[in-house]
């Protein structure tokens, strides 16, 4: 019998679908068969820092605190609270491992995700306040690796997202090797940017907003040539050491520590171990350091948040005005997010959950990651900072951030607002 012998093309379809149907075969069996049912007892509510100056206000966050997890169907939730320079508040309720039934305390570390570019804008803040990083020069052809685009553009743009640079979606296969496995360690701010160098940018710089990790990422190479150090070296030497960061660092640069949670996936009271496509258990974020890939605490990000509150000694008024302005398009308009350069900086929010709907100066940054939410917000004008983290995803980010609100707002409603000159400023800057 005559042996069939098929061309290389045929034979690289014929393995394509077989890789295909090996993955959804094995996803369909990971998706009936690793679903386990959450515990029907309440979770276990760790306390490690209650200042006695605000014994109400902790009483009333606790109460509404115990519960969150299970209304969130998350296996834990961690918080911190700041006031006026101070860490008062932090707890944890649910589960750092859901298999040895580990409880989370404010010592279990996240994935923080988008709260990153927070962070990441620390570092570059402390620069421009130095006078070593100007936010204003053209800098596209200078920055190493990257090659020449119709446009230059700014390191302002870059933080505000209007440089534009796109994101997940507007990247090919070749990024999405990296982006979709998660399974590449990379070893330098610089060597991530090959994930997205080679495309063209989405539009003139300043014409446009387009949310994007990927303009932080090459933000944080902006800080490595203005620094002539490595991003994370510098980060570690003039951020997380400076501010007592000790449980802050970038994913995959160390062993998993003792207090890593574990992330999960979660329905219907129901949680799995999160996987990349269902298979791969070790999630490498190396490639995106600065726009999404630390790990932190509650406490460890609300005293960033404290930081920034701290006046000069940390950064000068100038500065602080610059990093939560939101950035104007060159129509002039806002941004359609408000964000700024880091920050998201909300100028007179408005919600039910937060004293009873007065408009408040909100800057803040959530994040979403691989298995994991975080949401941090300071409240400039009453002094205060919020960082709230899960070891697994809210259905909505919307129905984790009302929670960390309501937790918010039993310590705003007995703060005394404070008159801040430089709130008028932004405000006739940006809305005049």
Same mark, same amino acid.
């Given at each position: ?110 994935? $923080? ?5 927070? $962070? ?22 200078? +920055? ?47 060597? &991530? ?97 600065? &726009?999404?890939?630390? +790990? ?37 308009? +806002? ?42 917000? +300071? ?6 900072? $919020? ?46």
């Amino acid at each position: 019998m005559k042996k069939i012998r098929l061309d290389k093309p045929k034979r690289r379809l014929l393995r394509s679908i077989g890789f295909v149907f090996c993955i959804w075969l094995g996803w369909n069996i990971y998706d009936h068969t690793t679903w386990v049912l959450f515990p029907k007892d309440d979770y276990p509510f760790t306390t490690m820092i209650a200042n006695n100056a605000y014994v109400s206000q902790i009483q009333k966050a606790e109460k509404w605190m115990k519960g969150v997890a299970k209304r969130l169907d998350v296996p834990s939730f961690s918080i911190a609270v700041g006031h006026q320079g101070n860490i008062i508040w932090s707890a944890a309720e649910g589960y750092a491992h859901m298999k040895s039934l580990r409880p989370a305390t404010p010592r279990t570390q996240y994935r $923080i995700g988008s709260t990153s570019k927070a $962070i990441t804008a620390t570092g570059i803040a402390l620069l421009v306040n130095a006078g070593s990083i100007p936010l204003d020069n053209y800098l596209g052809d200078t +920055i190493t690796n990257w090659p020449k685009k119709r446009w230059n553009f700014t390191t302002r743009q870059l933080l505000s997202h209007t440089a534009g640079i796109g994101n997940y979606e507007d990247f090919g296969i070749a990024s999405a090797r990296y982006t979709l496995c998660n399974c590449h360690q990379f070893t330098s701010a610089s060597e &991530g940017i090959k994930v997205f160098n080679r495309y063209p940018l989405l539009y003139r710089p300043g014409t446009d907003f387009k949310y994007s990790s990927f303009d932080v990422n090459l933000a944080s190479v902006v800080l490595e040539q203005a620094a002539n150090q490595p991003f994370l070296d510098y980060m570690q030497e003039h951020v997380f050491h400076p501010l007592t960061m000790d449980n802050t660092y970038a994913d995959h640069t160390r062993l998993e520590t003792q207090h890593l949670a574990t992330f999960y996936e979660t329905s219907k009271n129901h949680y799995r171990e999160y996987r990349t496509m269902g298979i791969l258990d070790d999630v490498n974020l190396s490639y995106k350091w600065a &726009g999404g890939g630390f +790990i932190s605490t509650p406490t460890d990000l609300v005293k960033m948040g404290n930081a920034w509150l701290s006046g000069p000694s940390f950064l000068s008024s100038a500065t602080l005005k610059e990093f939560w302005t939101p950035v104007q398009l060159d129509d002039g308009s +806002i941004n359609e997010q408000e964000y700024a350069l880091g920050w998201r900086s909300w100028l007179a929010y408005q919600s039910d959950e937060i004293l009873n709907n007065t408009p408040v100066w909100m800057v803040h940054h959530g994040g979403v990651s691989k298995g994991s939410m975080n949401f941090l917000v +300071i409240f400039p004008q009453y002094d205060l900072v $919020i960082n709230a983290s899960m070891n697994a995803r809210a259905h909505t980010f919307g129905e984790f951030a009302k929670e960390v609100r309501r937790l918010a707002n039993c310590f705003l409603t007995d703060l005394t607002k404070q008159p801040l000159p430089l709130y008028t400023e932004i405000k006739a800057k940006t809305f005049p």
